[in-house]
């Protein structure tokens, strides 16, 4: 599966006023990665003020399977919203607690302790029986899994690891700033969104012929904040722009401004017909 990755400033709900607001965002901004496979979500520290922590719970909240919720995410006042936004509906996220032999079952489990006489890691896996699993398995990491077997010791399925061919979700990681993901990433494509960029169309066929050569190639699509721009961003990092595409998502907008939530899905969009093409 080819990586398709965004980065997000730390301060990109600087334009939100209440918690309401902030977890629609979120939730909005979750959508669209979800919608458009986006692999790897990265938040990068911004100047302003910013809510690194809020913007990385409920990223990694929402992207979480409903049924391994409660042994990751304890209580928090910043979560009480979280459940008025619609669910991802991703591959990962099961819905099914029994198991089905005639069924390949392929789902995400957490380590909830490790047993010392089986010599066997516990594993949630949001089903009537826990899971089995050979080796020391860290308590509280999420692992894929498949079910071999329904009975072990006639109490636990057996499992295995597994590495989904699905879409499985996004990964989430935080930067100290945009010129450390830039320096630390070997993206094929690095778009940089600003109105002070060309627009799309003269871009294409430099980035389809990228794509299209290489089954593998990955992309990294930029967004800066709602008063920030890229631009700005760019130039106090004294990073490099010879290899970046810098790209005006909407070269004849109609409104004075473009809220962030609009530019990830908008932006996603344009670059999925490319994948799609």
Same mark, same amino acid.
């Given at each position: 599966?080819? !990586?398709?990755? /965004?980065?997000?400033?730390?301060? #990109?709900?600087?334009?939100?006023? +209440?918690? &309401?607001? *902030?977890?629609?965002?979120?939730?909005?901004?979750?959508?669209?990665?979800?919608?458009?496979?986006?692999?790897?979500?990265?938040?990068?520290?911004?100047?302003?003020?910013?809510?690194?922590?809020?913007?990385?719970?409920?990223?990694?909240?929402?992207?979480?399977?409903?049924?391994?919720?409660?042994?990751?995410?304890?209580?928090?006042?910043?979560?009480?919203?979280?459940?008025?936004?619609?669910?991802?509906?991703?591959?990962?996220?099961?819905?099914?607690?029994?198991?089905?032999?005639?069924?390949?079952?392929?789902?995400?489990?957490?380590?909830?302790?490790?047993?010392?006489?089986?010599?066997?890691?516990?594993?949630?896996?949001?089903?009537?029986?826990?899971?089995?699993? !050979?080796?020391? /398995?860290?308590?509280?990491?999420? #692992?894929?899994?498949?079910?071999? +077997?329904? &009975?072990? *010791?006639?109490?636990?399925?057996?499992?295995?690891?597994?590495?989904?061919?699905?879409?499985?979700?996004?990964?989430?990681?935080?930067?100290?700033?945009?010129?450390?993901?830039?320096?630390?990433?070997?993206?094929?494509?690095?778009?940089?969104?600003?109105?002070?960029?060309?627009?799309?169309?003269?871009?294409?066929?430099?980035?389809?012929?990228?794509?299209?050569?290489?089954?593998?190639?990955?992309?990294?699509?930029?967004?800066?904040?709602?008063?920030?721009?890229?631009?700005?961003?760019?130039?106090?990092?004294?990073?490099?722009?010879?290899?970046?595409?810098?790209?005006?998502?909407?070269?004849?907008?109609?409104?004075?401004?473009?809220?962030?939530?609009?530019?990830?899905?908008?932006?996603?969009?344009?670059?999925?017909?490319?994948?799609?093409?």
């Amino acid at each position: 599966m080819r !990586e398709l990755a /965004i980065a997000i400033p730390s301060n #990109i709900l600087e334009d939100c006023q +209440s918690l &309401s607001e *902030k977890t629609h965002k979120l939730g909005i901004i979750a959508r669209a990665a979800s919608i458009f496979k986006v692999t790897k979500i990265h938040v990068y520290k911004n100047q302003g003020i910013h809510d690194k922590d809020l913007i990385l719970l409920l990223l990694r909240y929402l992207v979480t399977p409903q049924y391994l919720r409660k042994n990751l995410f304890p209580i928090k006042k910043e979560l009480k919203l979280a459940g008025t936004l619609p669910p991802l509906r991703i591959p990962s996220h099961m819905v099914n607690r029994n198991y089905n032999p005639d069924v390949i079952n392929i789902r995400d489990g957490v380590c909830i302790r490790f047993d010392n006489k089986l010599n066997m890691s516990i594993i949630d896996i949001g089903m009537h029986n826990y899971g089995i699993l !050979e080796g020391n /398995i860290s308590v509280g990491g999420i #692992i894929t899994v498949k079910i071999v +077997s329904q &009975s072990y *010791k006639g109490k636990y399925f057996l499992l295995q690891k597994i590495q989904p061919t699905d879409y499985w979700g996004y990964d989430l990681t935080y930067n100290n700033s945009l010129k450390d993901i830039l320096s630390t990433n070997n993206y094929n494509v690095t778009v940089i969104t600003s109105k002070f960029g060309s627009d799309f169309n003269s871009n294409v066929k430099l980035i389809s012929e990228e794509i299209k050569n290489n089954t593998d190639s990955s992309i990294l699509i930029a967004f800066g904040s709602p008063k920030t721009g890229l631009m700005s961003v760019i130039s106090r990092e004294k990073i490099d722009k010879s290899n970046l595409f810098l790209i005006n998502l909407f070269p004849n907008q109609g409104v004075e401004t473009i809220r962030s939530e609009e530019a990830i899905m908008a932006g996603l969009s344009l670059f999925n017909s490319l994948y799609s093409s």
